[in-house]
């Protein structure tokens, strides 16, 4: 019994692994029994007299080893299992158990082996691959557990597992694997990406390099909508068949020596597949793959009678695989793809650090834009527009400035089309009408002695859409104290155009209280003249473009023509439109104006008010409050 409670005592630690590394957590167990006899009727010192025959015909396989490590004696499964056969299992007494069963190439289950042998450790359990004499390999758990102390021997017991593995390597495939095409799926493709940036990172033979083509097909959903899903799957086995044969091709025309393979081809579900190249050389073997990619996907298929032609948007990406991680590089991959597809599709696309920081910069921007207009981050500043006879100030344009926090003093043009798609440009148009009205009322309370001036509010068709600009207008009007004709609202040429329903009577409304109407950049859009007969338009704003075009008084000064003369075109166009605006009860305001010369001619063309660095940049409040105390404005 003092034996029983020593080996009660040991430590019941347990190591587990493979000839190929550590084996997975579910090879892990537990030592089951510690005793050193299981039947009570056979007393401590005394041996059944069925216990050898019961060790020889036992089918599962066993052996007792000496401390030494030798075998002392084997059944015949043992010897069946090893393929020495059952009746040469005695051939196997005097053998080093640890060669038999593989327990001596992995270091720390050799040493968790002697630990047993010496009595240190309960049990071993760990799973081994084992090459049979006839060449095919075996797959065993090994157990080895101590017999009673005065025995000086442990037990050795190998099971046969290998229908086991073969089962969760059968089930692991079904699991990595796209039961459509095949191919390997997102999970095992990222499983493989993460390895090969390891691997490549610290393998000095490579390049160190990873490259990703990253495509989705153009036009896949039309095919699952219009001819069911089972043609829809036909079309995805036939793409990654071949993106097979474009990836085999490819290692075919690797450097000679290079150690890696053929790309990885995986598709990460829907129309989205992904080539993998380990060891890349740069981004002109990525492109090279790409562009083999895009013109195999060109070519027709014919699928159950049915001739379908797709393309594809491609993102291409090559970097050092130290310096990334597998996240990253599908970011960058899929940010490529997007870059495709926007700029027309059935195409690939490189990735761009500036044109993707770019991107960044446009989602922090969008990310923080509402909370900005709170926090107050928001200014307006003031450009003239300018009476071109006297060169009085007739009004001015209210133009938004973002003092952002990271990015500094931001134009209109980061951000307004941002504030637009995500629909913050209603809070942030509401603050800039009832700001700019605050401040016209402003200037006339404090210039009683001169005519007061109007101010100029952009708006965005959104605007009218997502909000009810009207009462809007109307509740800011009466809070402020500002009379509606001297408020103007813009509104651009092409969002102008296709004004109907709602946006044509809120216009109509806003006319009708007495508010201004300008179309901003006429000429540059539709310019469909019919437009203007039934818009209820009080202002015509020139498009600089048409300016630029006779910025020169006299040949001598150059000109844009071939030979310094101005064009002749663009001032007879703008004579035409000034006639035309008049014609139909329209004021003309020239945007651009940045020269005397320019100045002039508009005057004498019949253009009533004038925009642009000649008079004045877009300036603070304060100095609008200075030039309205001038007679004429400065010209700059």
């Given at each position: 019994m003092r034996s029983v409670r020593k080996t009660s005592a040991l430590r019941e630690r347990t190591v587990s692994g493979t000839s190929q590394g550590p084996a997975p957590a579910a090879d892990l167990v537990r030592p089951a029994i510690t005793e050193r006899h299981a039947n009570a009727s056979v007393q401590p010192g005394e041996e059944s007299p069925t216990t050898p025959a019961a060790f020889s015909v036992a089918p599962l396989a066993m052996?007792?080893?000496?401390?030494?490590?030798?075998?002392?004696?084997?059944?015949?499964?043992?010897?069946?299992?090893?393929?020495?056969?059952?009746?040469?299992?005695?051939?196997?007494?005097?053998?080093?158990?640890?060669?038999?069963?593989?327990?001596?190439?992995?270091?720390?289950?050799?040493?968790?082996?002697?630990?047993?042998?010496?009595g240190r450790q309960a049990r071993l359990c760990c799973t081994r691959r084992l090459k049979q004499p006839d060449g095919t390999w075996l797959w065993v758990q090994v157990s080895v557990a101590p017999l009673p102390e005065e025995e000086r021997a442990v037990l050795l017991s190998v099971t046969d597992i290998s229908a086991n593995r073969r089962l969760q390597a059968r089930l692991r495939h079904l699991q990595m694997h796209d039961p459509v095409t095949r191919l390997p799926n997102r999970t095992l493709f990222f499983e493989q990406l993460s390895a090969a940036l390891e691997r490549d990172a610290y393998d000095e033979a490579g390049t160190g390099r990873t490259g990703l083509v990253y495509l989705d097909l153009d036009g896949f959903k039309a095919v699952n909508d219009t001819l069911g899903h089972r043609v829809g799957d036909q079309l995805l086995t036939a793409v990654a068949e071949r993106l097979t044969r474009c990836a085999d091709k490819a290692a075919l025309h690797r450097t000679a020596g290079t150690a890696a393979g053929a790309p990885l081809v995986a598709r990460l579900g829907g129309d989205e597949f992904a080539l993998l190249v380990e060891d890349s050389t740069g981004t002109e073997q990525l492109a090279?793959?790409?562009?083999?990619?895009?013109?195999?996907?060109?070519?027709?298929?014919?699928?159950?009678?049915?001739?379908?032609s797709v393309s594809a948007s491609i993102g291409v990406v090559e970097r050092q695989s130290a310096s990334t991680t597998a996240t990253g590089l599908m970011q960058a991959?899929?940010?490529?793809?997007?870059?495709?597809?926007?700029?027309?599709?059935?195409?690939?696309?490189?990735?761009?650090?500036?044109?993707?920081?770019?991107?960044?910069?446009?989602?922090?921007?969008?990310?923080?834009?509402?909370?900005?207009?709170?926090?107050?981050?928001?200014?307006?500043?003031?450009?003239?527009?300018?009476?071109?006879?006297?060169?009085?100030?007739?009004?001015?344009?209210?133009?938004?400035?973002?003092?952002?926090?990271?990015?500094?003093?931001?134009?209109?043009n980061r951000f307004i089309s941002l504030a637009e798609e995500d629909g913050s440009i209603v809070q942030l148009g509401r603050w800039i009408l009832a700001t700019a009205c605050r401040q016209a009322r402003r200037w006339q309370i404090d210039h009683p002695d001169r005519a007061p001036i109007f101010v100029s509010v952009n708006v965005a068709v959104r605007q009218v859409w997502d909000s009810d600009l009207v009462a809007d207008v109307a509740e800011i009007l009466a809070e402020t104290g500002l009379a509606p004709h001297l408020l103007q609202v813009e509104l651009t040429e092409s969002a102008l155009m296709g004004s109907a329903g709602r946006p044509l009577q809120a216009l109509r409304a806003l006319s009708d209280m007495g508010v201004r109407i300008a179309i901003d950049d006429f000429g540059t859009g539709y310019s469909n003249l019919a437009y203007l007969s039934r818009l209820p338009v009080s202002v015509?704003?020139?498009?600089?473009?048409?300016?630029?075009?006779?910025?020169?008084?006299?040949?001598?000064?150059?000109?844009?023509?071939?030979?310094?003369?101005?064009?002749?075109?663009?001032?007879?166009?703008?004579?035409?439109?000034?006639?035309?605006?008049?014609?139909?009860?329209?004021?003309?305001?020239?945007?651009?104006?940045?020269?005397?010369?320019?100045?002039?001619?508009?005057?004498?063309?019949?253009?009533?008010?004038?925009q642009g660095w000649l008079y004045s940049r877009a300036v603070p409040p304060e100095r609008i409050a200075e030039l309205l105390g001038a007679a004429a404005c400065p010209q700059a």
């Open positions: 052996a007792v080893v000496d401390r030494d490590g030798l075998v002392v004696t084997a059944n015949g499964a043992m010897g069946t299992l090893l393929g020495t056969g059952a009746e040469s299992a005695e051939a196997l007494a005097g053998r080093v158990a640890a060669e038999l069963v593989d327990l001596a190439s992995d270091t720390r289950i050799r040493h968790a082996y002697r630990e047993v042998l010496c090279d793959l790409a562009d083999s990619v895009l013109k195999a996907l060109q070519l027709p298929f014919d699928l159950s009678g049915q001739r379908l991959a899929d940010t490529t793809l997007y870059w495709a597809k926007a700029d027309g599709k059935a195409r690939w696309t490189l990735f761009d650090p500036e044109r993707n920081a770019h991107r960044m910069t446009r989602q922090a921007l969008s990310s923080t834009l509402r909370a900005a207009v709170g926090r107050g981050e928001f200014v307006l500043e003031y450009q003239p527009l300018v009476g071109m006879a006297d060169g009085g100030v007739r009004g001015v344009e209210a133009l938004v400035r973002w003092h952002h926090p990271q990015f500094g003093v931001l134009a209109p015509l704003k020139l498009d600089g473009a048409f300016v630029r075009g006779f910025q020169y008084e006299s040949p001598q000064e150059g000109g844009t023509g071939e030979d310094g003369q101005p064009n002749p075109a663009d001032e007879i166009i703008v004579e035409a439109l000034v006639q035309l605006a008049h014609r139909l009860g329209l004021t003309v305001t020239a945007e651009g104006v940045e020269t005397d010369a320019q100045a002039s001619r508009l005057r004498r063309l019949g253009c009533d008010t004038g």
